[in-house]
């Protein structure tokens, strides 16, 4: 077969011939493995199945006992000391360690907060629109796409608006390395400077942990750092890891979202049609239906904790597999004619969020609310605004990343 999933240049191909990939591979009746190869500074394993169909990728997901999110879920792995420098994230933790976090954290996500914060989303779509009425058409990702989530991430944690433009700044840093890199000397610059640009921002918002433990205000690092009724709190450490996961986890892929989101109304216009003529009824369809066509987060690992038979394949302890979001999106088993963009559509069960179980995105209801209310503004303001041509794509085996996405209005 002329697939491997494991060769970093094949998340260089054009999607349309990956999706033709995974459609191959979704058709044999069991998955396939893929030796590793070694990739410059990252651990490298022997391989890993790969889970493309939709079943399966529910199976991994909700059975986390006996498919970990530890040591990691990224492939290839990060290098040990990784963990030692920047703590480590509850996305690669199993339970109990990773139920103890998500109860605290969860906190910032509670129908109550998410409600708060809809006030200051308000605010910055309408800012980002009007800067984009005086600035003229451009690059949508810079312009609109990239500008909300890290703002609306920045409200929730509270951060001082002095300390803003430096979190912009790590975090275009830290953007930048996920992309597939070209070269040895390339992939070292990147992570050296992709990691100080993450304990930068690790110390900000430590340093601020410590003044808001003594002096709290209603925003979450305080509600993370003041003990809550069963006496749970926040490390200094677990704060630090926490903001570098929502500022990794909740800002490329929202983004990535409403960029791709742009060009798949601009292209699919019966679509955007429909959604215009009921944005309320038909909005919340179509957030859905984006983030299962685009899938944001292209894969993730989990590691097999004892022998377990899955669709006939015998896994051994310490077999790695990984979900890949993308494929199981686009089985025909669940959503049938899955390249055609349909609002419409029922996408019950897509597992762009992830899939069920104790990892479910806990930042999927922010997203939706960021989606909904930024394109209820642009719609509203601009009603012909398009995307042109085609987007610059970021090479990643990650994220479906986009680097520019010129439009008009
Ligand atoms: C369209 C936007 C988004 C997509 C497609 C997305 C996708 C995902 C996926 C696939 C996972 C599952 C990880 C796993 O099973 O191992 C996940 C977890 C997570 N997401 Fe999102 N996400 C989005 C937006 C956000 C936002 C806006 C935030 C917060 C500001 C966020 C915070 C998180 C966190 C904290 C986790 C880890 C949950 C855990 O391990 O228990 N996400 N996300």
Redesign the pocket.
């Known amino acids: 077969m002329d697939i491997d999933l494991a060769d970093l240049g094949f998340w260089r191909r054009p999607l349309k011939e990956r999706n033709e990939a995974f459609a191959r591979l979704r058709e044999l009746d069991r998955p396939v493995f893929f030796p590793e190869r070694r990739v410059p500074l990252l651990r490298s394993g022997k391989g890993f199945y790969a889970l493309v169909r939709h079943a399966d990728v529910v199976e991994a997901?909700r059975n986390a006992k006996v498919f970990s999110?530890e040591p990691a879920?990224t492939n290839p792995e990060p290098p040990g000391w990784v963990k030692h420098v920047f703590g480590e994230s509850?996305?690669n933790m199993d339970d109990p360690r990773?139920a103890r976090l998500?109860r605290i954290v969860s906190r910032a996500f509670s129908p109550r907060m998410l409600a708060g914060l809809q006030d200051g989303i308000d605010r910055a779509c309408a800012g980002i629109v009007d800067d984009v009425v005086a600035e003229g058409p451009g690059d949508f990702v810079h312009q609109v796409a990239a500008r909300l989530?890290i703002h609306v991430?920045c409200d929730m944690m509270g951060i001082p608006d002095g300390m803003r433009e430096q979190v912009h700044r790590h975090v275009d840093v830290s953007t930048a390395y996920t992309g597939v890199r070209p070269s040895l000397p390339q992939t070292l610059r990147m992570a050296g400077q992709n990691m100080l640009a993450l304990l930068a921002l690790q110390r900000m918002v430590i340093q601020l942990g410590k003044q808001r433990a003594t002096a709290p205000e209603g925003d979450l690092v305080s509600a993370l750092v003041t003990a809550n009724v069963d006496g749970e709190r926040l490390t200094d450490r677990e704060l630090g890891s926490f903001f570098a996961?929502?500022l990794v986890?909740?800002n490329e892929?929202?983004r990535n979202?409403m960029a791709h989101g742009i060009k798949l109304l601009t292209d699919n216009p019966e679509q955007r049609r429909l959604l215009a003529e009921d944005f309320d009824a038909r909005i919340g369809g179509a957030i859905e239906e984006m983030?299962r066509y685009v899938s944001?987060?292209m894969q993730?690992r989990r590691t097999v904790t004892q022998d377990y038979d899955l669709r006939g394949l015998h896994l051994k302890a310490g077999d790695k597999v990984v979900l890949f979001?993308g494929s199981a999106n686009r089985d025909e088993d669940v959503f049938p004619d899955p390249d055609r963009f349909d609002i419409t559509r029922e996408t019950k069960g897509h597992v762009?969020?992830?899939?069920p179980g104790?990892?479910?995105?806990?930042?999927?209801n922010?997203?939706r609310q960021e989606i909904r209310t930024m394109f209820r503004e642009l719609l509203t303001r601009l009603p012909d605004i398009r995307s042109v041509g085609e987007p610059e794509l970021l090479p990643s085996n990650f994220d479906n990343s986009i680097r520019t996405q010129p439009f008009t209005f």
């Open positions: 997901s999110s879920v509850m996305v990773h998500r989530p991430i996961l929502l986890a909740g892929t929202a979202t983030v944001p987060i993730f979001y762009g969020f992830g899939g104790p990892h479910f995105c806990l930042g999927a922010l997203a």
